[in-house]
Structures are given as C-alpha cells and as structure tokens.
C-alpha cells in the first residue's frame, strides 16, 4: 500500500510559476513509477507527465512540454512538478498516482492522491 498527498496548488496569474509535491508514504513508497494527472470540470483525466522509479526516464503530455518538468527524490518519497509559463488552459485539479511502469492512462495507476487545485488567471 502506498498514500499520496499532493500540496502546492493555488491561484496565480499566467506566466507564473507553480511547483507541486507529491508525498508518498508506505512500506514500498518508492519501488513505483509516479505520474501527474490533471482533470478540468466536465473534462476527462488527462496525462501530464510521469517518472519512472529511478528518476531515470520522464514523459510529458504535449499541452506541457517544455513548460513542466518532473523530478523525484526518494531520499524524501516525495515527486515534484514544476510548472513554469503557466496558461489559463492549465487549470484543473492536478492529482498524482503510483503504479508499478510508467504509462500515460489512468487505468494503469494503483494508487492516488487526493488531488490539488491549480488555477491560472489571465
């Protein structure tokens, strides 16, 4: 078993920036991969980005490429997102999920958090 809880959200205007945390906590909280996800109202969980284990191998969606970037330190269990040049479109509950390979469906995911809302005025 493995609990998350992300922290880190708020409201800020765009281009700024936003670093979110996503801490794990578990017997085994750091044998998983870790993604981001990000949900909008009346819209479908989508892929943000996502680390494997080892920090060695990172993947983005296209909306937030080259704008995020996800790290891990699992000295501290805990994955980070940091989002730069934010957009209006990126508002949503971020969430972050575990599960054993790195994918970008939800369905492949084990565990989540209870999500953090981010929301970027214009």
């Known amino acids: 078993q493995v609990q998350l809880v992300e922290s880190g959200g708020g409201l800020v205007q765009a281009g700024d920036s936003l670093r979110l945390s996503c801490a794990a906590s578990g017997r085994t909280k750091n044998n998983y991969a870790v993604g981001w996800f990000r949900q909008a109202p009346g819209k479908e969980r989508e892929f943000v980005a996502a680390v494997s284990w080892s920090g060695g191998s990172t993947f983005y969606g296209d909306p937030v490429k080259g704008r995020f970037t996800i790290s891990r330190d699992n000295a501290k269990a805990t994955v980070y997102l940091q989002m730069n040049s934010l957009k209006p479109e990126d508002t949503a509950v971020y969430y972050c999920?575990?599960?054993?390979?790195?994918?970008?469906?939800?369905?492949?995911?084990?565990?989540w958090g209870q999500g953090t809302q981010v929301t970027v005025s214009s």
């Open positions: 999920a575990a599960g054993g390979i790195v994918r970008k469906s939800p369905s492949e995911y084990d565990y």
